[in-house]
């Protein structure tokens, strides 16, 4: 690892003034202090932001606010995302372990990096931590890579399971700097790899996440988080889709979807969503729509079957949320 | 650096620590604290779980610095005097230990899940310890110590 110097701040005004280009904000540290002993990250300070005032978990203007430094764990008992949003508290439980959660924070999960071993591997080639070095991924070992929003420089996935339910739901972030609040929706806040693939959000030097904000939306109670994995527990998607879904008379009036494990960041399904406004909510609708999931795809050697995989888990997912089974 | 943390109880001290150690390498190098193990150092394992201020962590995670004026509990902060805790009882009698490497961590994790849910389900019991990574028993015996650990408490 290397030598870096430690800094524990108690206001939001003290960490901001000392963070800069080449400084981390430490939080968990469950992917900061991992990614450091690989020497993929090499921070020359590192911030601990621990004892700002960054937390809680309210209703507030018909938003579900979540504090930054809230621990996952937290977030996922918490009775009023249980009962608001229930796909939040099931995307975070499918999320890691116990003691990951009890100790990783939302805005370090939002941040989290990607789990590319090629990318951890401080060895090979990757142009996501070594801009310009190429993408072994592309030849290489892909299973568990992305098949949409990728280019021809990356193809890594995004790791989060929450990310997918909170873009599901147009979650907003609240970014904050010396310059002020501003805010960002989630799905805009992920940038696309394109031919930059270093920069994977929209955050500035030094700028912080302060806060979750998700707009209440009464339907969305009945909200599911399907994710697919090699073993049951404790693994990152193959597949995961984040369905909220809204029928009357057993018709689909409203629809939120949003997949992971399967692009470049997390990707809402709206073609798929306008599919299916308006049908009649059964498995022949659901299988009918999912469909476009995949429109624009670019499958890899070894992960061709994730677009399968992919449609089926968004039908297994629709079907749960309607109720249907 | 130095790092303030009571460590099972006691108020404990640690002097030229390293801003890049880990709470596991402070605890087991610098506070004279084996129990927690080091395997995997990325969280993957689990055999470094400690609680830090009432939750179970991976210690291997924890950057040293995070623990300051913390609390944090080790599995050697379980027993009281020689009487072993009813988890750790259940796992010799179980015959849940084998190598041993992965037995510390494990105590600690059925002993929060113990805490939490007096009577967890097996299912409760898996999840709660999918965590822990164990290469010697198979996992049967460990899910029948932590059932004879519930019925005990
Ligand atoms: C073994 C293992 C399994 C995992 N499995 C899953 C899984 O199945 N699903 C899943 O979603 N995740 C999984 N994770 C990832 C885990 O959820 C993240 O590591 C965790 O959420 C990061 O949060 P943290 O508070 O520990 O972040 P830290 O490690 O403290 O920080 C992570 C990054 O975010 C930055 N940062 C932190 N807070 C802020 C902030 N408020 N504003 C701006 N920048 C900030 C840091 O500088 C750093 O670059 C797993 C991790 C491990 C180790
Ligand atoms: S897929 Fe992205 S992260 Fe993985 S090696 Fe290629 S450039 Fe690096
Ligand atoms: S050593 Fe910490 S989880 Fe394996
Ligand atoms: S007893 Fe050997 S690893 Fe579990």
Known sequence: ?325 | MRVNVTVNGEQRQADDVWEGESLLFMLRERLGLPGSKNACEQGECGSCTVYLDNVPVCACLVAAGQAQDRSVRTVEGLAEGDQLDPVQEAFVEAGAVQCGFCTPGLVVQAHDLLDRVPNPSDPEIREALAGNLCRCTGYEKILDAVRLAASRR
């Open chain 1, 1 to 325: 690892m290397h030598a870096f110097d430690y800094a524990a701040a108690s206001t939001v005004r003290g960490a901001l003034d000392l963070a800069g280009p080449g400084s981390a904000f430490l939080a968990g540290g469950t992917t900061l202090v991992d990614l450091m002993k690989l020497d993929v990250l090499t921070p020359d300070r590192v911030i601990d932001v621990n004892a700002l005032p960054l937390k809680g978990i309210r209703l507030h203007d018909g938003a579900l606010r979540i504090g930054a430094l809230e621990r996952m764990s937290d977030v996922a008992a918490h009775p009023v995302v249980r009962s608001v949003h229930p796909v939040i508290s099931k995307a975070l439980l499918l999320s890691a372990s116990g003691q990951v959660r009890n100790m990783a924070s939302i805005g370090g999960n939002l941040m989290q990096r990607t789990r590319c071993d090629y990318f951890r591997d401080v060895t090979s080639a990757c142009n996501k931590r070594r801009p310009g070095s190429g993408c072994p991924a592309l030849t290489g070992v892909n299973r568990n890579h992305a098949v949409l929003g990728t280019s021809d420089s990356c193809v890594a996935t995004h790791a989060s399971d929450v990310a997918v339910a909170f873009v599901a739901l147009d979650a907003q972030v609240v970014l904050r700097s010396k310059d002020g609040d501003r805010v960002a929706p989630l799905e805009e806040f992920y940038r696309l790899p394109g031919s930059t693939p270093d920069r994977e959000n929209v955050l500035g030097p030094g700028e912080l996440i302060a806060e979750v904000v998700v707009p209440v939306l009464p339907w969305a109670r009945h909200s599911t988080y399907l994710k697919i994995r090699d073993r049951q527990s404790y693994e990152f998607a193959l597949t995961s889709v984040a369905a909220a879904v809204d029928v009357k008379r057993g018709v689909v009036q409203d629809v939120r979807l949003a997949a992971g494990g399967v692009a470049a960041k997390p990707w809402r399904l709206r073609a798929v969503e306008e599919a299916l406004k308006g049908g009649v909510a059964i498995e022949r609708t659901f299988a009918e729509a999912a469909e476009s999931a995949v429109d624009g795809a670019r499958p890899l050697a070894h992960n061709a079957f994730k677009t399968a995989l992919l449609k089926r888990t968004i039908v297994r997912a629709l079907l749960d949320a309607a109720g249907a089974r």
